[in-house]
């Protein structure tokens, strides 16, 4: 994994829909973890590849005090982040023992330590068998683990591989970003008013710019909202009012700083589809579970009002390791 979700979780957002959730989860993600923690026998929990801590952070709204909370995470994140960001009290947050740099597969707890683990949009990021079989090795005999995952036919993975689409065609195909490039050095230093106007009539200027315009007709018409969503029309809005005045170096670095920024969007979506559970894969998990001494007792669609977004499934471990 690159260090894609590092730099993610330092924005500070609790959920990985970026700004889509204000905080925490609502709606039915939120019911349903509500409902998984209301068992008062749970006496310690995991919840793997936790990101910012979302389900944890329910866990201790809904779990007895005395419950044990475990968080891991391959990524790098910080509690004292999550605290300032989210104006999270820090005792609620001291309730969460965290782990990180810690992969799925290779979880490092004692055997027979938790009656639930959970993962929300989490362990499919690692390789599936072993992170189930890592699983198992931590749960406790008649101990759960509960996941909601990503799912190849849901509307989340179709959404994200039309956004994929979009931007491998700005990045690579329409090479959007070399336009920008090429006009800034035509443009040179801009520093005043005269520089201004005699870019009015740069005839190499304006031939570029016929195309950037080209290119913004034909991604709007082709992928419409998804496109919107690359903020790719503020960047244009940008670069041609304040951004106009000043030197070639500096618009290379707004010009930089946006290609980079939609690179790693990029290669999150790139991790997500991959993630995402196959039909093939969802046969073959309960013979995965078999193997480690568990039981699939729930394999279903999840859904959100009437959009199918992802896969529940239920573990449940039948023997002490
Ligand atoms: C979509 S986010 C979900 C985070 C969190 N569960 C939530 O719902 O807000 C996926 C998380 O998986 C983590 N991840 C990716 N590969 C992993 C692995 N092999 N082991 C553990 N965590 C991993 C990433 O760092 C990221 O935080």
């Known amino acids: ?10 924005q500070g957002f609790l959920t ?5 959730y204000l905080g925490n989860y609502q709606d039915e993600f939120r019911r349903f973890w509500i409902d998984a923690f209301r068992n008062e026998s749970i006496s310690a929990m995991l919840d793997v590849a936790t990101g910012n801590l979302s389900i944890p952070l329910l866990a201790v709204e ?4 005395n419950a044990d909370i475990y ?35 290779e979880l490092e707890y004692p055997s027979n330590s938790f009656d639930l683990v959970t993962s929300m949009f989490g362990f499919e990021y690692a390789n599936k068998q072993k992170a189930i079989q890592s699983i198992a090795q931590v749960m406790k005999k008649g101990g759960k683990f509960i996941a909601i995952a990503h799912y190849e036919n849901s509307l989340i993975i179709k959404k994200n591989k039309h956004s994929m689409s979009c931007l ?14 090429n006009l800034s050095k035509v443009m040179g ?23 950037i315009n080209d290119s913004l007709h034909y991604l709007e018409s082709k992928y419409g909202e998804v496109f919107l969503e690359t903020g790719i029309f503020d960047f244009v809005q940008y670069f041609f009012g304040r951004g106009i005045t000043g030197t070639v170096k ?8 946006k290609l980079k920024e939609l690179e790693i969007h990029l290669l999150r979506l790139k991790d997500l589809i991959g993630a995402a559970f196959t039909e093939k894969e969802l046969e073959q998990i309960d013979s995965i579970a078999v193997q480690h001494n568990m039981k699939v007792t729930k394999k279903a669609p999840f ?8 896969i529940e499934l239920e573990l449940v471990k039948l023997i002490s390791d």
Not at 62 to 65: H, I, N
Request: hydrophobic share 35%; net charge positive.
């Open 250 to 257: 500096n618009r290379a670095a707004i010009i930089n700083s």
């Open 71 to 105: 968080a891991t995470d391959l990524a790098h994140i910080s509690k004292d982040l999550i605290a300032k960001k989210n104006k999270i009290a820090k005792d609620k947050l001291a309730r969460i023992n965290l782990r990180t740099g810690e992969s799925a597969e």
């Open 303 to 310: 859904y959100k009002g009437q959009d199918l977004v992802a």
């Open 1 to 10: 994994m690159a260090n894609h979700w590092d730099q993610y979780w330092q």
């Open 62 to 65: 809904k779990l007895p005090s």
């Open 168 to 181: 491998k065609e700005i990045l690579y195909k329409q090479k959007f970003f070399n336009h920008f490039i």
């Open 189 to 211: 230093d801009v520093r005043g008013k005269e520089d201004l106007y005699s870019l009015k009539f740069n005839k190499k200027a304006e031939k570029i710019r016929k195309k």
């Open 16 to 20: 990985s829909f970026c700004g889509d």
